[in-house]
């Protein structure tokens, strides 16, 4: 498949009313009985949301507290995109198996959400498979099918005709082409969703038996057109929806809740879209510096760069042009040599806390240079390790920065849990589209601090230096 001008792709689009389907989807959410718990695989999951807590661990405490606050809907950050197949299996067992024991006890029915990357990287059908086996194991409903939406606004990320683009400038590149398709773990060949499922489930739900909700259904406001397809969805099958702007969205939301209300149960795997939509966030404004800065803090800004996607590098060669930053970089090789490791992060917490101590923001990044490391069980390995050490770089500083960005999605969640030990954090919001902020709890290393987390594969050029400079005050 080719790329395509995405005004071509988008230009026999019809418009909608989207004041009208406002209004319907208001009603049908007020009295919505379920809580919602969002596995997220990585902690760039709750860029589209406010107000919402981020609970790291899950305990049955840390599940107990989600099902009991107000708020119809958590987060529980699973970080299972760095976890081998074995170990996402185990975990994913254990939260189904303590979500539908809470419910049980809380009374209170619920429904999950496996929120996952949007260029479709992850364990994917393994997670969800998990997840339905062990809750319906455990007492819940049988779950008649799992949608799948990878849509992001934000990040570039549109499903049309079925199959899925990402954005490259002025163009859409069918996923299949991206160098997230290549990804050395979670890498697939097809950019069409029904075909997409066929090759990652092996055959086992062919492309023929995949529920398609199109996007002329949507933007005709076809609600019962839609309902009707998702009342037939039996089997665990699969569904899945076309989307380009949060209208699709929440007119698929619309016939969802119908659906729902007449028996159907779903599980779901989608990007953030829906969770701002389900979740009946509202829109905030971007953060502003004087939100994110604690006046009394004139140390410098901490920066962690761990990612090595293309956008990443791009981004970071953008930065090193900004004068309001300090650049050290990590050997990151050294992890296969770790005698040398230790004194390499003593020689870099040294300099950081120096720097920070006297006003200076500091960028820590990690060599460009890529390991070759063999098998995918190994690569895995090797970029935990390289995400763990540059992790304890945050975890040994003893003075506060005034601010702390990380950039890509195994590092920024190792910062936040081994690195700042938060064990709930509050999101903010967005510093900029799909760059979300968490206020980090009482427990953590640095309480009440603003950490910005930023997704290794979003935003344009210059995004990461903006957001720094406007976090530097210049």
């Avoid at 601010?403 to 190792?414: H, Q, R, Y």
């Amino acid at each position: 498949m080719a790329k395509v001008l995405k005004d071509v792709l988008f230009k026999d689009i019809p418009a909608i009313d989207e004041g009208m389907v406002d209004a319907a989807l208001a009603e049908a959410l007020k009295d919505f009985p379920k809580k919602i718990v969002v596995l997220d695989d990585d902690p760039t999951g709750v860029q589209t949301v406010h107000d919402i807590s981020v609970y790291t661990e899950w305990t049955e405490d840390s599940i107990a507290a989600g099902f009991a606050e107000k708020n119809p809907m958590f987060f529980i950050l699973t970080n299972s995109r760095a976890f081998s197949a074995e170990h996402t299996t185990e975990e994913h067992r254990k939260m189904a198996e303590r979500i539908a024991a809470e419910s049980k006890r809380s009374g209170k029915e619920f429904m999950v959400i496996s929120r996952s990357d949007s260029t479709l990287r992850g364990h994917y059908p393994l997670e969800t498979k998990v997840l339905r086996e062990t809750l319906e194991k455990n007492g819940s409903p049988a779950i008649d099918g799992e949608v799948l939406m990878p849509f992001f606004k934000e990040g570039g990320r549109f499903t049309i005709g079925n199959v899925h683009y990402v954005q490259e400038g002025e163009y859409l590149v069918p996923a299949g082409e991206t160098e997230f398709a290549r990804d050395k773990t979670f890498g697939y060949t097809k950019s069409n969703m029904a075909e997409y499922i066929e090759e990652k489930t092996k055959g086992a739900f062919s492309k023929e038996s995949v529920t398609c909700i199109s996007l002329e259904d949507l933007r005709a406001f076809a609600v019962d057109k839609i309902t009707a397809q998702l009342e037939k969805v039996e089997g665990f099958n699969k569904v899945i929806v076309n989307a380009v702007d949060y209208v699709d969205v929440k007119v698929f939301s619309l016939a969802l809740l119908k659906a729902m209300a007449k028996g159907k149960n779903f599980l779901f795997r989608t990007a953030a879209a829906f969770t701002k939509i389900i979740g009946n966030v509202t829109d905030k404004p971007l953060l502003r510096r004087e939100e994110l800065v604690a006046s009394d803090n004139s140390n410098g800004g901490l920066i962690i760069i761990g990612s090595h996607v293309k956008k990443t590098t791009q981004q970071f060669e953008e930065l090193q042009k900004s004068r309001n930053v300090k650049f050290i970089e990590f050997n990151h090789m050294l992890v296969l040599e770790p005698e040398k490791l230790e004194g390499e992060l003593r020689r870099i917490v040294s300099e950081v806390e120096k720097e920070i101590k006297s006003g200076q923001t500091i960028a820590v990044y990690t060599g460009r240079k890529r390991f070759d490391a063999g098998s995918e069980e190994e690569s895995l390995r090797v970029s935990v390790k390289i995400s763990e050490a540059i992790t304890s770089i945050v975890n040994r500083i003893s003075i506060q920065p005034s601010f702390l960005v990380a950039k890509g999605g195994i590092t920024s969640s190792d910062v936040g849990t081994k690195g700042l030990s938060v064990k709930r954090a509050l999101v903010m919001g967005q510093v900029a589209p799909g760059i979300p902020v968490w206020k980090t709890g009482e427990e953590s290393k640095f309480p009440h601090m603003a950490y910005v987390i930023f997704p290794g594969n979003v935003g344009a050029v210059d995004t990461l230096r903006n957001v720094v400079d406007m976090l530097c005050g210049k």
